[in-house]
């Protein structure tokens, strides 16, 4: 896993209880190109209050133009939003970690009275999945085009294939493959798999850093 030791370790994962602290705020205003003395020339995509509450994120965040973040949506250092991606934190929280990428077409959201959405670090999700109120814990790969539905909760260095819905309340323990319609338990994953996710998220958080400039 050599994309993830020592320096990433000092992040906390929103999953954890005491990590759901405030990131450093960055206002819908703050959050075109040029803030704070022009280090970033990348224009930012839709970032909109719901209700009189912002989203807060790390200052290194990318957020694709064609993206939106909305509400009650902390997202940490180094983290990315793609094209067309949406995080609706309107009717519960939204907490997403370090170095965490949430690909094209994504749909992120929660449910009224019920779930929030908890995202840990270095997770990468597939272009055009849906994580809608459940949990995701450190070093996930979410597959392209697959669906998390609510009370799900993926264990850390754990995987969910391409095109699979995990259906409510399923958990999918450390170290295991998921794949299908439900998803089912396929096999243990290898360690060169693990190591994978971690490289994915790396990869992601350096991608988003050039896109930034």
Known sequence: MRATKDSKSASPSPVAPKARERAPARSPRDAGEGRGGGSSTHQTGIVLPYKGVAPALAP????????????????????????????????????????????????????????????????????????????????????????????????????????????????IPSGQLWAGAPARFMRVLLPEELAEIAESAQHYADLAQAYRG
């Open 60 to 171: 290194d965040v990318f957020i694709a133009p064609t993206a939106a973040v909305i509400g009650d949506t902390h997202i940490g250092a180094g983290s990315s939003v793609w094209f067309a991606a949406t995080v609706r934190g309107d009717v519960n929280e939204i907490r997403i970690g370090a170095r965490t990428n949430i690909q094209d077409g994504t749909t992120v959201h929660v449910t009224t009275g019920g779930h929030g959405t908890y995202i840990g670090n270095d997770v990468t999700v597939g272009h055009n999945a849906i994580i809608h109120a459940c949990t995701i814990e450190d070093l996930c790969l979410i597959g392209m085009g697959a669906c998390l539905m609510d009370g799900v909760v993926v264990e850390k260095n754990a995987m969910v294939a391409a095109g699979a819905l995990v259906t409510p309340n399923k958990r």
